[in-house]
């Protein structure tokens, strides 16, 4: 086994602690809060006595401002473990909000590289391949998810057998039909309120939600020039162990983005 140097050790320390800073920041202002209102419970006794002899020695009752001035000795640690324990949450918070730009930059980056080569993938190979080449991809997200007759759920809106890649889920619907439906009624929804978010998409096609992080933060958003939900459905024969089984794959021309 190779020893590691003290120089190596250093840097996977440092990169440790950078990685991990949100946490570490806010595990610390907290702690430092509780440490903060248990101190202050502590001295209020002693800042009170301190009081009482003032005004036994001047016989007379202290001003707000006398009462600082007697006091304020008691609270210093208070406010410096309060101040640096604001200071460690603020730093928190900063840390996440520039991870989420440079995220957010990231995610736009290949978003516009995806559709710049889905397009000229269209260009080179022509209509007819570049269909042949979303139905491979679709037999191929078919492939990953095993059919299970038990799990497959039943929307009550038709009996043709589905799969959507986004959740990973098969179900019953109607394609042509309710399904069509449901993208003209949510496609007027998203003119008239601008943005739209998976679960609703779900909800409409009547499937369960998603967890809130993921359903609730992608959407669609035509404010932000992104398009209206643009559904395409990939037939195919034969999804895994299931001869003679037609399934249709939900695809999305315009997918669901990270806006909220």
């Not at 959740?167 to 943005?195: A, H």
Request: hydrophobic residues 35%.
């Amino acid at each position: 086994m190779k020893k590691l140097s003290f120089k190596e050790i250093q840097k996977g320390v440092i990169r440790g602690l950078r990685k991990h800073s949100p946490e570490i920041l806010t595990g610390i202002g907290i702690a430092g809060m509780i440490f903060t209102t248990i101190e202050a419970v502590r001295v209020t006794p002693k800042a009170l006595r301190l009081i009482d002899q003032k005004e036994i020695e001047e016989d007379k009752r202290l001003t707000p401002v006398e009462v600082v001035k007697t006091t304020w000795k008691c609270y210093i640690p208070v406010v410096i473990t309060g101040a640096l324990s604001t200071a460690c949450l603020i730093g928190a918070s900063s840390v996440n909000l520039r991870r989420n730009a440079a995220l957010a930059t990231a995610y736009s980056l290949s978003e516009t590289a995806l559709k710049e080569y889905q397009e000229k993938t269209l260009e080179v190979a022509g209509e007819k391949k570049e269909q042949e080449i979303r139905n491979a991809i679709a037999k191929e997200q078919l492939a990953k998810v095993p059919l299970d007759e038990a799990r497959i759920f039943d929307t009550g809106n038709g009996d043709q057998l589905c799969f959507d890649p986004l959740s990973g889920r098969y179900f019953r619907s109607d394609p042509d039909g309710f399904i069509r439906k449901c993208e003209t009624i949510l496609n007027k929804r998203l003119r008239d309120e601008v943005t739209l978010s998976l679960n609703e998409y779900y909800e409409e096609l009547g499937l369960p939600t998603v967890d809130r992080s993921v359903g609730d933060s992608l959407g669609w958003d035509i404010n932000e020039g992104r398009g209206y939900i643009d559904l395409d459905f990939e037939w195919i024969l034969d999804p895994p162990d299931r001869e003679g089984v037609k399934c249709c794959v939900i695809g999305h021309r315009n997918p669901p983005k990270y806006h909220w």
